[in-house]
């Protein structure tokens, strides 16, 4: 989590930085700062609270050197001084850091024995004054081995920038483990957490090493591993889908990516069939079969364990990437781990797969940001092609995800595949017509407590997908079941009125699905039937158009996610940015 962002080059870099960390700000969004240096003089401000609030404070700060910050709190509270940058005891050096540093009780104390005196509460500050140890008269060429000195007393993961009026218009940068790419432009560098942020300037990026140092000016970057191996500094042309449809808009990121599922859905099934062949002899041959992720791409795998089931008769093991460890120990030079991630940068899933890889595994990725950590670690990987997802809660990521799983599984079959990309786009089209009777439908479980959201089969996977979106947007408690569950325990729960959305598409989970949607009317329940068959039972009935097989998940989600964002507006809930969460989960 957290954005980080620099700039060293010919313009004000305070306008460079601000706008920057607004399209960073979806990696967290506790508190922000800049810092900028003038010749030799460096001016910070910072603050709690949202990027919008630095605004009117960063235009005194002048030069055309500064390193910026929006935060997703890990250590120390969310206050004023616990935002970044944060500074060395001279004040000379400032830094950004993304990342959990977990040495940093040892550090902190040894630093204080030395002298040094610490302002925040903070990992992050550790690194200013273990720079300023480090860069205490150094000369020019003595730089990089201080660098490397500074990250080798490093333990966890960190992308840090630092700057100081002693290193000019240089900028020092290192990563390992978080994500760190530079924009490059003939006469500027703007290193970044993801390329969103500096796009708008350049599609030239250099994606950093991982476990390297980079020294950057305006005209130039010299990189290097940690073992001090100098690096080839190569810009590549950042692919369209990432520039794809970025941008404002007067409605909420969400929504507007909910909207795009139909396009994102006919995209994502134009892939390279050779490629899709390959993967799927890869799969044939392995002995075993895991799908990590994490949150929605987790569920995701949930679905990939049917699709895969039913359309090849593959068992796919679904693994929750922050509960690897149970898996690892059966994971080997057969194994094939399918690593589903919207951004490529969760550190959950980065962590499942270098265990896996470390054992012999083959990985493929399953991504939406191209060069992200995940698709550079892996054998091999597809890129989902939803184009940039900006709302905090994934909506179109997931459809496009289970877009790719279902092509696959049919490559793996050696069928030709059964989905057509403009049909399901249209059918997603017909939910999204529905849009203004969803929103009228959600004021009765806007001031509930709970949802429930229960379906069978495939419908489970979706059922905990809707909860999700539920949660983090509306706020609300909700349970995603699978319907066969029911009399096991939660149907205590159900009393007068309870909610509960039914997913019940008419295909062979329809009859049982709709038997436990009666013993909850029987005990009161209050029914939202999702369905193509309309039904006495429901108190409320959203129509699904008819979908056949593997359709059926990615149309009847978006009613869900539509549900969910209508009822978090009706709340007054922060719908693209919600309370405590980020994008971009890169910590552990
Ligand atoms: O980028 P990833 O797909 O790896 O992200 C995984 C989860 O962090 C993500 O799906 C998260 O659960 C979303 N907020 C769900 O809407």
Redesign the pocket.
């Known amino acids: 989590m957290c954005g980080i962002i620099g700039y060293t080059g010919p313009l004000p870099a305070n306008g460079i930085l601000l706008d920057g960390l607004k399209r960073l700000e979806y990696r967290g969004y506790d508190s922000a700062g800049m810092a900028v240096m003038d010749g030799s003089r460096m001016k910070v401000v910072k603050r709690a609270g949202r990027v919008g609030l630095l605004e009117d404070l960063v235009g005194g700060l002048m030069g055309h050197v500064g390193i910026a910050h929006t935060r997703w709190a890990t250590h120390g509270g969310v206050t004023d001084a616990n935002a970044h940058p944060h500074t060395s005891c001279d004040g000379m050096i400032a830094i950004v850091h993304n990342g959990i540093l977990e040495n940093s009780e040892e550090l902190r104390e040894e630093l204080i024995g030395r002298g040094h005196r610490f302002t925040s509460e903070t990992d992050s500050e550790i690194i200013a004054h273990v720079l300023e140890e480090e860069l205490k008269g150094v000369e020019k060429e003595e730089l990089v081995a201080a660098l490397l000195r500074t990250v080798r007393r490093l333990e966890g993961s960190f992308a840090f920038l630092a700057i100081s009026p002693l290193l000019g218009d240089v900028i020092l940068a290192a990563r390992k483990d978080s994500p760190m790419v530079v924009g490059v432009l003939p006469d500027a560098k703007i290193p970044a957490s993801d390329v969103l942020s500096f796009l708008k300037w350049t599609d030239d990026a250099y994606f950093m090493e991982n476990e390297s140092v980079a020294l950057m000016t305006p005209v130039d970057i010299e990189a290097w591993l940690f073992d001090g191996t100098p690096l080839d500094v190569r810009p590549v042309k950042v692919a369209v889908e990432v520039k794809g449809e970025y941008g404002g808009g007067d409605v909420h990121h969400t929504l507007k990516e909910i909207r795009e599922q139909p396009m994102a859905v006919r995209r994502a099934l134009e892939q390279d069939g050779e490629l899709l062949s390959e993967l799927a002899g890869l799969m044939r041959e392995a002995d075993r079969v895991y799908a990590v992720?994490?949150?929605?791409?987790y569920h995701a795998a949930l679905v990939a364990r049917y699709m895969f089931a039913g359309i090849a008769g593959l068992e796919v093991q679904p693994v929750l990437a922050s509960e690897h460890r149970l898996f690892s120990g059966w994971i080997g030079d057969g194994s094939l781990v399918m690593a589903i991630?919207?951004?490529g940068e969760?550190a959950d899933?980065l962590e499942a797969v270098r265990v896996a890889k470390a054992r012999g595994a083959k990985i493929v990725a399953i991504v939406n940001m191209p060069r992200s950590s995940l698709e550079r670690m892996s054998h091999a990987s597809v890129n989902i092609r939803a184009g940039p997802e900006v709302g905090?809660?994934?909506t179109k990521?997931f459809t496009a995800q289970l877009a790719v799983l279902a092509a696959l599984a049919y490559h793996v079959a050696g069928r030709p595949i059964d989905l057509d990309g403009e049909r399901v786009g249209s059918l997603i089209e017909d939910v999204l017509a529905q849009e203004g009777s969803i929103e009228r439908m959600v004021e009765g479980i806007k001031d509930g407590r709970d949802v429930y959201l229960v379906g069978r089969g495939m419908h489970y996977p979706i059922a905990l997908e809707g909860a999700?979106k539920m949660k983090?947007l509306a706020y609300i408690h909700a349970e995603g079941m699978a319907a066969g569950e029911l009399k096991h325990g939660t149907l205590a729960l159900i009393e007068g009125g309870t909610p509960v959305i039914l997913l019940n598409p008419s295909d062979d989970t329809y009859k049982e699905t709709l038997s436990n949607g009666e013993e909850m009317k029987a005990r009161g329940a209050f029914i939202m039937g999702i369905s193509d068959r309309s039904s006495d039972l429901y108190d409320v009935h959203i129509e699904l158009p008819r979908t056949r097989g593997y359709e059926t998940p990615m149309v009847e989600v978006v009613p869900l996610q539509l549900m969910a964002y209508y009822t978090a507006l009706l709340r007054g809930a922060e719908i693209d940015k919600p309370r405590n969460?980020a994008k971009?989960?890169t910590v552990k």
């Open positions: 992720g994490a949150g929605t791409s991630s919207q951004s969760t899933v905090v809660a994934a990521s999700l983090e969460l971009s989960v």
